[in-house]
């Protein structure tokens, strides 16, 4: 593997007794995640079993097929920082990933935008994606109760339901399925106990090339139609279980869509004004655009809650796409207020709504920006 920069970056996290640590040991033994360095929050919390062997420094665990594990003693970009200095030093031979492992109780947002918003470390990792354990007996009750779970769950690219075998009803891990898809349709399900949720069915979430299949993925366009309507379960119950949702209802994953190019200072504004407004109501945001200056290549955007990841540009359009497409996945955040802003600075404004360049004069035209 390379040890070239930007190194991927892995996020796991999901709540208490999820699971965690289960599945980090089982994906440690994998020689595919060789060069990988795991961070922990601290090791009194983690048990990482028999594949400690020494430690090699304050804070860095050897193990012994070679990855390193660091707990996270001050700032997380500290942690990050010091390997890439021991990268550059020699004191690593080579490094492929990162896997951040959170606190159960922790809001992934901190962690995501470290990654993103630090001037040195955004040329040296690039976030690969989010993988949210979800436990199958304790899920729906822990959804229930922390939406610090439903954030976890919404912001991920990957959710692994665990403990399915412990649970005593099939009908319950069923309802959890669906409530997941409901909460985040666009993140692929996959099942801790099955065989086939490895290495390579967790990690590279990323939009590492430029196929039409890697871009649907990245932006979870399978699932990212117009959700209008069919998010209201948060308001009364649905008869088969007690479950009131009542954090579900706030999270909402919706996609923007224009067909042919958008001004880049269009992009910019519309971005500058939705952070501003509703910043950290925007669990996370994706997107692809195809700019008016230079329409042959498209760019790429993502960004966590205010902090917005450089913009990237792929060598060439996936086959057959064009256009303009934000997945923006939220909390709380007025959609119809996002939809007129967006409709207003890509020209389409609906009746009694500024134009772009009437919003340009007076960004604060567009009713619920505060």
């Keep these: 593997m390379s040890s070239g920069f930007p190194i991927a970056v892995s996020v796991l996290t999901g709540f208490l007794g999820a699971g965690k640590t289960t599945l980090l040991n089982r994906l440690l033994r994998d020689p595919a995640l060789a060069d990988t360095a795991v961070i922990i929050n601290e090791f009194g919390e983690v048990a990482i079993d028999h594949l400690l062997v020494e430690q090699a420094s304050d804070g860095i665990i050897q193990l012994s097929d070679g990855c390193l594990c660091c707990t996270v003693r001050g700032e997380l970009v500290d942690t990050l920082a010091d390997l890439v200095d021991r990268l550059q030093t020699g004191r690593i031979a080579r490094l492929a990933r990162v896997v951040i492992e959170t606190t159960g109780l922790a809001d992934p947002a901190p962690v995501l935008q470290s990654i993103m918003a630090h001037p ?201 796409q064009r256009g303009t497409r934000l997945v923006l996945i939220t909390l709380d955040m007025p959609e119809d207020y996002v939809r007129r802003l967006f409709a207003a600075f890509t020209n389409r404004p609906s009746i009694d709504t500024p134009d772009r360049a009437a919003l340009e004069n007076n960004p604060l035209a567009i009713a619920g920006s505060g």
């Excluded at 040329?123 to 954030?151: M, Q």
């Excluded at 665990?162 to 898809?181: G, I, N, Q, S």
């Excluded at 692809?288 to 290549?297: Q, Y």
Aim: hydrophobic share 40%; charged share 30%.
């Design 120 to 320: 040195a470390l955004v040329h040296a990792f690039r976030l690969d994606g989010v993988i949210t354990l979800v436990d199958s007996v304790n899920g729906n009750a822990t959804l229930d109760a922390h939406v610090e779970a439903v954030k976890q769950v919404a912001v991920a690219d990957r959710i692994v339901l665990t403990k399915a075998d412990l649970a005593t009803d099939p009908h319950d891990v069923e309802a959890l399925r669906a409530r997941l898809r409901q909460i985040n349709p666009g993140a692929e399900l996959l099942d801790a106990g099955d065989r086939r949720t490895d290495v390579a069915a967790l990690f590279d979430c990323g939009l590492s090339a430029t196929k039409s299949a890697d871009v649907r993925r990245w932006l979870g366009e399978e699932a990212a139609h117009d959700h209008h309507g069919d998010h209201d379960h948060g308001d009364h119950d649905h008869g088969d279980h007690d479950h009131d949702h009542r954090h579900d209802s706030r999270v909402r994953a919706y996609s923007l869509v224009h067909e042919g190019p958008v001004p880049f200072s269009a992009i910019e504004m519309f971005l500058d004004l939705l952070r501003s407004a509703h910043g950290e109501r925007l669990l996370r945001m994706k997107g692809v655009i195809e700019l008016l200056e230079d329409p042959s290549r498209p760019l790429v955007v993502h960004g966590v809650q205010k902090i917005l990841h450089p913009p990237a540009r792929l060598p060439s359009w996936p086959d057959g």
